[in-house]
């Protein structure tokens, strides 16, 4: 059981970015998936999630209008997209799978974690 994240790097102010999870091992299609992000100095925060069975999506207040959260279960993928990116959005994005398929941003939540992926945002 493993999840795979990919896609960050650099991008400017005002960029957009797109990350992947992409999940083996194990079907994400029943699962809620979340994406968090841990910058330098502090704690992980929940940035969107996207339910199981219903897709219903949630985001971070800071996230809305400009990150946009998907799934597709053809590629057993799940998908961050990141527009109209700020430097406060640097940091490590995580993905996660939660087996109860319910919204969460409490990230003891989730049974599954990604290895990260660094986005850095430049002014």
């Known amino acids: 059981v493993q999840l795979q994240a990919s896609g960050g790097g650099l991008a400017q102010a005002g960029g957009s970015l797109r990350l992947s999870c992409a999940a083996s091992g194990f079907s994400l299609d029943n699962y809620a998936l979340g994406w968090f992000r841990q910058a330098p100095g502090k704690e992980r925060e929940g940035v969107s999630c996207?339910?199981?069975?219903?897709?219903?999506?949630y985001y971070a207040d800071s996230t809305k209008g400009r990150f946009t959260i998907s799934r597709d279960t053809t590629k057993n993928t799940v998908y961050l997209q990141m527009n109209s990116l700020k430097p406060e959005d640097t940091a490590v994005y995580y993905c996660?799978?939660?087996?109860?398929?319910?919204?969460?941003?409490?990230?003891?939540?989730?049974?599954?974690w990604g290895q990260g992926t660094l986005v850095t945002v430049s002014s």
């Open positions: 996660a799978a939660d087996s109860s398929g319910r919204f969460s941003d409490y990230s003891r939540a989730y049974d599954y």
């Open positions: 996207i339910t199981g069975g219903d897709d219903k999506t």
